[in-house]
């Protein structure tokens, strides 16, 4: 079955900073969504993005299909952005799967 | 305001019983899941169901049961076969099938006594 790999799996930084995460997956996937989980186990949509680039505030993500990857970007942390990042992919029309997360810790 | 409620938030469960958490949906999402996290852990799906009196396996189903005898509705039954039941479990609801955005619950820790 489909892999799903987040990368890094922990990444600790000051407020202020940009950070990329990045999750690659390997097959091709008809959906890929990404999710932040917040120290209160609260999962929070951030972006169904299967491929192109979307934007929402501070945040933006790009899926390249092709490629098999998709990248979240978070510009000028802050520390409510601390918690798990998710990735999950769909491959074909059943198969759902999560990567393990990337732990994001932003540091006042 | 839509959203997926799951209760309780806590719950203890003892050697041999069975216990059941509930899933409840104002959005009017076909589809609902359960999955399941343990610490430090991404998620995996326990169980499905696209549409009413219809649910399948996920990829870890075994000890556990559901129903889906309302749309609203999609309960999630620990039953004494799972013998490593403590965890987090979250339920989420998305509009027709998988090929759309899912939209969580707040889930419900389960510990054993």
């Known amino acids: 079955g489909i892999q799903v790999e987040q990368s890094p799996p922990d990444l600790i930084l000051q407020e202020g900073a940009n950070s990329t995460l990045r999750c690659n997956f390997s097959d091709s996937v008809n959906n890929l969504q990404w999710f932040h989980q917040n120290p209160w186990g609260q999962l929070i949509n951030l972006f169904y993005?299967?491929?192109g680039t979307k934007q929402n505030g501070r945040l933006s993500a790009t899926t390249v299909a092709t490629e098999r990857y998709s990248l979240l970007y978070i510009s000028s942390s802050q520390t409510t952005d601390s918690g798990v990042y998710f990735c999950r992919a769909l491959q074909g029309a059943q198969k759902l799967v999560f990567g393990q997360g990337t732990r994001l810790t932003i540091n006042p | 305001d839509g959203g997926i409620t799951q209760s309780p938030k806590y719950l203890f469960r003892k050697e041999g019983q069975n216990v059941t958490l509930s899933c409840e949906q104002n959005l009017n999402h076909d589809a609902m899941y359960w999955y399941r996290q343990d610490p430090g852990q991404g998620l995996r799906l326990i169980y499905y169901?696209?549409?009413?009196?219809?649910?399948q396996k996920g990829d870890i189903a075994e000890g556990y049961s559901v129903s889906r005898e309302k749309k609203e509705s999609f309960p999630l039954t620990v039953t004494s076969a799972q013998k490593n039941p403590t965890a987090f479990y979250l339920c989420a609801s998305s509009n027709r099938d998988h090929n759309q955005p899912q939209h969580f619950g707040d889930g419900t820790r389960l510990s054993i006594l």
């Open positions: 993005i299967p491929s």
């Open positions: 169901s696209q549409i009413v009196n219809d649910f």
